[in-house]
T-cell receptor
Framework: DGGITQSPKYLFRKEGQNVTLSCEQNLNHDAMYWYRQDPGQGLRLIYYSQIVNDFQKGDIAEGYSVSREKKESFPLTVTSAQKNPTAFYLC????????????FGPGTRLLVL | GQQVMQIPQYQHVQEGEDFTTYCNSS?????IQWYKQRPGGHPVFLIQLVKSGEVKKQKRLTFQFGEAKKNSSLHITATQTTDVGTYFCAAATSGTYKYIFGTGTRLKVLA
């Protein structure tokens, strides 16, 4: 919310194609997250990053990859290995510290053609 | 691994009735957060609970954190149509930046 942007809002993927979802924040937050949400379901953690050049797998990392070359940016690539990529993808960020709230971006809806 | 269960999954209430959703963890939590997601939108932070037995209020919303720090609840008094959405809890354990989200409770308010 606020200083977190995600693009595009809708994304279509062809079978066998890799696609990259953008997430940018200008809140000077250290930690960034990617979640996947399926219709009527909760949020599942894909990857998260606490600092630049470092990231950890979440609960459903298979078929996804990330990079954290800049503090402001945490792009997510959905690879062809992800066989069921249709979902709502949410990026979030938060300041350093153990008890800070997460701020969410508006999300990207990925659809498979 | 850590699991966070949230009940009920769905709740339909008449406008003016009360609503409660419960969040239960298999492990002791460092803190718990609550979020609201409107249909088609993204989660928006409501509140964070940190202390054992903590109770916080926001107008018609009351949040509680259990004494053992393994469960939490959100209670809405006299629901309004603006309360429609899905309410999620998000649990964190000590020493981690990782949050586990509950499955959410979808609230519908009938006018």
């Amino acid at each position: 919310d606020g200083g977190i942007t995600q693009s595009p809002k809708y994304l279509f993927r062809k079978e066998g194609q890799n696609v990259t979802l953008s997430c940018e924040q200008n809140l000077n937050h250290d930690a960034m997250y990617w979640y996947r949400q399926d219709p009527g379901q909760g949020l599942r953690l894909i990857y998260y990053s606490q600092i630049v050049n470092d990231f950890q797998k979440g609960d459903i990392a298979e078929g996804y990859s990330v990079s954290r070359e800049k503090k402001e940016s945490f792009p997510l690539t959905v690879t062809s290995a992800q066989k069921n990529p249709t979902a709502f993808y949410l990026c979030a960020s938060r300041p350093a510290g153990g008890r800070e709230t997460q701020y969410f971006g508006p999300g990207t809806r990925l659809l498979v053609l | 691994g850590q699991q966070v269960m949230q009940i009920p999954q769905y709740q339909h209430v008449q406008e003016g009735e009360d609503f409660t959703t419960y969040c239960n963890s298999s492990t002791t939590l460092s803190n718990i957060q609550w979020y609201k997601q409107r249909p088609g939108g993204h989660p928006v932070f409501l509140i964070q609970l940190v202390k054992s037995g903590e109770v916080k209020k926001q107008k018609r919303l009351t949040f509680q954190f259990g004494e053992a720090k393994k469960n939490s609840s959100l209670h809405i008094t006299a629901t309004q149509t603006t309360d429609v959405g899905t309410y999620f809890c998000a649990a964190a354990t000590s020493g981690t930046y990782k949050y586990i989200f509950g499955t959410g409770t979808r609230l519908k308010v009938l006018a």
